[in-house]
């Protein structure tokens, strides 16, 4: 019997490489396979969970945001976010593939403490998660650090920094969470597709920093 390609070639299905761009390493050297990952990101309401997988993502991410009506007005505070119409009601779906391939699957959580049951399905197979804060409403993110803290999930802790907030260091956060050492705490922009790159690039190398070999 023919190889696979040969046979599928007979039959007319096209070759799963694609023929018309350049061969990439990965597609002919099978220790380069594109590596595929899956990173959550989490963080209280409003924190710009949606915002940081839209910036990033090279696909037309999908999201699940559905308008705020008055009913979550004692719930969800817009203090800090007072342009934000809408909320995630079940996760943001984003794609970022870095070095030909790594693949990194993006998905994040809704931040409405009623929706937080979605969280043990998100999280499934996931390499790690950035946990995103605001100087403004710290204590927001404890539930995600003790979310991740409690499952094992190794996790960073970006600050995505609002306009006209004050600017703190990135150490001052970390004593103000009590985030170990280890564990890479920095100040970004969830707007900036390079900011946004940085912090996904420091949790892929903590996360293989956790992973025993
Ligand atoms: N000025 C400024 N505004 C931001 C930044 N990040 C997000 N925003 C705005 O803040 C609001 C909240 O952003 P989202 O990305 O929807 O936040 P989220 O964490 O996905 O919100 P939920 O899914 O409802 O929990 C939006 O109006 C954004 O435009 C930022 O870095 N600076
Ligand atoms: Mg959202």
Same mark, same amino acid.
């Given at each position: 019997m023919g190889s696979v390609v040969s046979d599928a070639a007979a039959f007319g299905v096209p070759p799963l490489?694609?023929?018309?761009?350049p061969v990439q390493p990965w597609q002919t050297d099978p220790t380069r396979a594109p590596v595929a990952t899956k990173i959550v990101v989490a963080g209280g309401f409003g924190v710009g969970k949606t915002t940081l997988v839209t910036a990033v993502s090279e696909i037309t991410p999908l999201q699940t945001e559905a308008l705020m009506t008055e009913a979550s007005e004692e719930t969800d505070d817009l203090a800090a976010t007072p342009g934000k119409l809408t909320t995630t009601v079940a996760m943001d779906f984003g794609r970022l593939t870095l070095d030909d391939d790594l693949v990194l699957y993006l998905f994040g959580t809704p931040g %409405? %403490?009623? @929706?937080? @049951?979605m969280w043990d399905d998100l999280v499934r197979g996931a390499i790690g998660a950035v946990v995103l804060a605001d100087t403004r409403r710290l204590k927001d993110c404890w539930p995600a650090l003790d979310y991740f803290e409690s499952c094992g999930l190794p996790y960073v802790v970006a600050v995505n920094h609002f306009d006209g907030s004050e600017l703190f260091e990135a150490e001052d956060v970390r004593e103000a969470l009590t985030i170990p050492a280890h564990i890479p705490v920095m100040i970004m922009d969830a707007r900036r597709r390079i900011s946004a790159i940085e912090t996904l690039l420091s949790l892929v190398g903590h996360a293989l920093d956790e992973t025993p070999e």
């Open positions: 490489v694609d023929t018309d761009g %409405q %403490q009623r @929706f937080w @049951f």
